[in-house]
């Protein structure tokens, strides 16, 4: 049985050749994602890093998060489904709580990979509007 850090080794190795981040950059999203979302956030790149043919371009990632707890010493929030409806307080608290886990999350990374364009996009599980579609289809998934 292979040693489970050379696997992930490997998958970031054939994911660096997929797209054009380098192994350091895939790490550093794969972590800090992690850290500011959790376990079971998933991470999609999107856009010009995922031609091999281009050159520059901003970082797009779209991210997936089925939970956040918030820290306001209310109940836990769980970021809904497209079905879901929510009182305006709740959608109030929630925008305000992705609005702050978004500002940390890209703090981090830049400490991490230095002063880069990221666009970030937040969304829950099953969202389809048109760039939940986008990203999701066209993008590669890092986690």
């Known amino acids: 049985m292979k040693d489970p850090k050379k696997v992930l ?7 660096s050749k997929k797209v054009r981040l380098t192994e350091e950059e895939i790490k550093a999203i794969v972590e800090t994602a992690k850290e500011v979302f959790g ?6 790149l999107f856009g010009s ?23 306001t010493g209310r109940k836990p929030f769980v970021v809904p489904n497209a079905f879901v409806k929510l009182s305006r307080s709740e959608v109030e608290i ?8 978004k500002l940390t999350f890209l703090v981090k990374l830049d ?8 666009d970030l996009i937040i ?12 990203a999701k289809g066209s993008g590669v998934r890092l986690l």
């Not at 929630?94 to 886990?101: N, R």
């Open 111 to 118: 400490e991490k990979i230095g002063e880069q364009k990221v």
């Open 49 to 71: 890093r995922v031609d091999l043919n281009q050159r520059g371009g901003d970082i797009d990632l779209y991210i997936e998060v089925g939970a956040c707890q918030l820290n």
């Open 9 to 15: 080794k490997e998958v970031k190795t054939h994911l």
């Open 94 to 101: 929630s925008k305000g709580e992705i609005l702050d886990k």
């Open 123 to 134: 969304r829950p599980p099953n969202s389809e509007d048109e760039i939940s579609l986008t």
């Open 39 to 44: 376990e079971k956030v998933k991470v999609w």
